[in-house]
């Protein structure tokens, strides 16, 4: 594959409007701001020597911008980068276009990088170390192996599992970040700058109520304000209030705390099936009618990090913050 189609391909990850809403700097970026000096003072020294950054992985839960930090890195540093994802990465022959195509200092971003298969894995090794990669021509007793120098360039890695990577392929990682949920008032800011990008004027207060309910994560709070601006639109001059921005998120039964319909018929099935638990997740998936894994991958973590539920030896457990958030609930 050329490498102005693997930039291409790069160019065209996500959809348009997201790109729109992301920032283009880590200057630009809100929250994080720890994470973000780091990178800034590594960046910079790297600039300064006129060396390849060294690699980077991130890792934390979807939605708090790993994606955004890998792609606001290669322009700050003014170098050409790919971007590609673990699944699409199966055997090292898919690895190898990216490599061989990539400018030195250059960024080669892969997404859930801990879906790549072992071979993948240890294939990186002297590509991230040495700059060096092997390849096979032929098969059989007339195979040859070719070592091929690489350009050095810069990996950045981003997963939510970052336990299931291999401690080799970790360990070749230079700088290693952990990415944080963000307070009510961060996501608030990113709410004003994101209402603007879309065209769409908000109130502080609406902002804010809008944050409230976006479970600390900024994918969340885009989503949201994306659906509060439909909803203005259709019912309203365009322009949101807080009233407006309640009434939109009545509307979708995302509630104070940012549950929705399914989150509130977890914990209510708990309650009015288990007498509160505990409860295997298997018996509460079968009678909500819903998948185990879809309840412990996309339900549960909220919960449980907002302390509504909790893990026990004999099964899942709700607490009374979350009763009593139940019986504030005026529509379910």
Same mark, same amino acid.
């Given at each position: 594959?050329?490498?102005?189609?693997?930039?291409?391909?790069?160019?065209?990850?996500?959809?348009?409007?997201?790109?729109?809403?992301?920032?283009?700097?880590?200057?630009?970026?809100?929250?994080?701001?720890?994470?973000?000096?780091?990178?800034?003072?590594?960046?910079?020294?790297?600039?300064?020597?006129?060396?390849?950054?060294?690699?980077?992985?991130?890792?934390?839960?979807?939605?708090?911008?790993?994606?955004?930090?890998?792609?606001?890195?290669?322009?700050?540093?003014?170098?050409?980068?790919?971007?590609?994802?673990?699944?699409?990465?199966?055997?090292?022959?898919?690895?190898?276009?990216?490599?061989?195509?990539?400018?030195?200092?250059?960024?080669?971003?892969?997404?859930?990088?801990?879906?790549?298969?072992?071979?993948?894995?240890?294939?990186?090794?002297?590509?991230?170390?040495?700059?060096?990669?092997?390849?096979?021509?032929?098969?059989?007793?007339?195979?040859?192996?070719?070592?091929?120098?690489?350009?050095?360039?810069?990996?950045?890695?981003?997963?939510?599992?970052?336990?299931?990577?291999?401690?080799?392929?970790?360990?070749?990682?230079?700088?290693?970040?952990?990415?944080?949920?963000?307070?009510?008032?961060?996501?608030? /800011?990113? $709410?004003? @700058?994101?209402?603007?990008?879309?065209? *769409? =004027?908000?109130?502080?207060?609406?902002? #804010?109520?809008?944050? %409230?309910?976006?479970?600390?994560?900024?994918?969340?709070?885009?989503?949201?304000?994306?659906?509060?601006?439909?909803?203005?639109?259709?019912?309203?001059?365009?322009?949101?209030?807080?009233?407006?921005?309640?009434?939109?998120?009545?509307?979708?039964?995302?509630?104070?705390?940012?549950?929705?319909?399914?989150?509130?018929?977890?914990?209510?099935?708990?309650?009015?099936?288990?007498?509160?638990?505990?409860?295997?997740?298997?018996?509460?998936?079968?009678?909500?009618?819903?998948?185990?894994?879809?309840?412990?991958?996309?339900?549960?973590?909220?919960?449980?990090?907002? /302390?509504? $539920?909790? @893990?026990?030896?004999?099964?899942?457990? *709700? =607490?009374?913050?979350?009763?009593?958030? #139940?019986?504030?609930? %005026?529509?379910?």
């Amino acid at each position: 594959m050329a490498r102005e189609a693997l930039l291409q391909q790069g160019d065209g990850y996500g959809r348009d409007e997201d790109r729109m809403l992301r920032p283009q700097s880590m200057a630009d970026m809100v929250g994080q701001r720890e994470v973000a000096k780091r990178l800034q003072i590594v960046v910079d020294a790297a600039m300064k020597r006129d060396e390849p950054l060294g690699h980077i992985l991130f890792d934390g839960p979807p939605g708090l911008g790993k994606t955004t930090f890998a792609t606001c890195i290669p322009k700050d540093l003014g170098v050409n980068f790919q971007l590609t994802s673990g699944p699409a990465i199966q055997a090292p022959k898919d690895l190898v276009p990216y490599l061989t195509n990539a400018d030195e200092r250059s960024v080669l971003f892969i997404d859930e990088i801990h879906r790549i298969p072992k071979a993948v894995e240890e294939y990186l090794y002297t590509a991230m170390e040495d700059f060096r990669i092997d390849i096979v021509l032929g098969e059989g007793t007339n195979a040859r192996t070719i070592n091929l120098q690489i350009k050095p360039f810069t990996l950045i890695g981003a997963t939510t599992r970052s336990g299931m990577l291999s401690a080799p392929l970790r360990d070749r990682f230079i700088l290693r970040e952990h990415l944080d949920f963000y307070t009510d008032a961060e996501l608030a /800011e990113i $709410v004003r @700058r994101n209402a603007k990008k879309l065209g *769409v =004027t908000i109130d502080d207060d609406a902002a #804010l109520e809008v944050s %409230k309910r976006s479970r600390s994560t900024p994918r969340v709070a885009n989503n949201r304000l994306r659906w509060v601006r439909d909803y203005a639109t259709s019912r309203a001059d365009g322009h949101v209030t807080v009233e407006l921005a309640r009434e939109a998120m009545e509307m979708q039964a995302i509630d104070e705390l940012g549950l929705d319909k399914q989150d509130r018929g977890y914990l209510s099935t708990i309650i009015r099936v288990f007498g509160g638990g505990p409860a295997g997740i298997e018996a509460i998936a079968h009678t909500m009618n819903a998948a185990p894994d879809t309840l412990a991958d996309e339900v549960e973590p909220f919960l449980l990090r907002t /302390e509504l $539920v909790v @893990r026990t030896p004999r099964g899942r457990v *709700v =607490t009374p913050k979350a009763m009593e958030h #139940l019986k504030t609930i %005026k529509w379910k």
